[in-house]
């Protein structure tokens, strides 16, 4: 039973081409977020949801969008892709902010992440 | 803004002894956790070990625990008895709550060998 999914796993793509990259998470969460892992490790969020609606969006050049159906669901869709854009994508998910409460737990779960190489 | 620090890139140690690795942080909050995650080859993020910063008792889970220093923003992992499959990066993390909600942020991790 996996908490957070994410497909493609593995993605190789040529310059310039646009792919999405799916995530869901079964675990009740109204928060989603997706993080960049660039080569060198370095773990940077991207974006995050809450119930759908857009928090938190780092300077991120707009060929990625984020799109969230449903607050299960987040999906990373990327245009025009570029050689740097090679990274794996982590997509992740927590307890809402509004039920938020210190000593409760909170923990943000990740997906196995989505390895994409741009050639 | 709320940074991390790890300042060892890479450390290494023998089965069954122990090592600690560093972490730093600056944060002007007064409530927020503190997490360290695993990240072996496959790059699968594994929670280690969080603890709540209101808490003045070390987190432990098993071989792992933590030495939680608030006043010197400090948050350093001891694991005792380590093992082959604890070679991996270790990123520490934070996360507090605000209006725009939570995120974590992560130091640029410690990569641990373990060898026999």
């Known amino acids: 039973d996996t908490a957070v999914s994410q497909t493609p796993k593995y993605l190789v793509t040529q310059m310039g081409n646009d792919k999405s990259i799916k995530c869901e998470q079964n675990?009740?969460?109204?928060?989603m977020y997706w993080y960049k892992q660039d080569s060198k490790k370095f773990l940077k969020i991207m974006f995050s949801?809450?119930?759908?609606?857009l928090i938190i969006n780092e300077t991120v050049p707009n060929r990625f969008s984020p799109k969230s159906p449903d607050k299960a669901h987040l999906n990373l869709h990327i245009n025009s892709l570029e050689l740097g854009d090679s990274a794996v994508y982590f997509c992740?998910?927590?307890?809402?902010?509004?039920?938020?409460?210190w000593g409760s737990g909170n923990t943000i779960y990740f997906g196995e992440g989505s390895w994409l190489t741009v050639v | 803004a709320q940074t991390v620090t790890q300042s060892q890139p890479e450390m290494s140690v023998q089965e069954a002894e122990t090592v600690t690795l560093s972490c730093t942080y600056d944060?002007?909050?007064?409530?927020?956790?503190l997490f360290w995650y695993k990240q072996p080859p496959s790059r699968q993020m594994i929670l280690v070990i969080r603890?709540?910063?209101?808490?003045?008792q070390n987190a432990t889970e098993n071989r792992f625990s933590v030495n939680f220093q608030k006043a010197a923003k400090s948050f350093s992992l001891k694991i005792s008895d380590s093992q082959l499959g604890d070679t991996a990066m270790y990123f520490c993390?934070?996360?507090?709550?605000?209006?725009?909600?939570?995120?974590?942020?992560f130091g640029k991790g410690t990569t641990l060998s373990v060898s026999s």
């Open positions: 992740a998910s927590s307890q809402d902010k509004r039920t938020f409460s």
């Open positions: 675990l009740g969460h109204d928060t």
């Open positions: 949801y809450n119930n759908k609606e």
């Open positions: 944060t002007s909050e007064n409530n927020y956790y």
């Open positions: 603890q709540e910063a209101y808490k003045q």
């Open positions: 993390a934070f996360m507090t709550l605000n209006q725009a909600g939570t995120a974590l942020i």
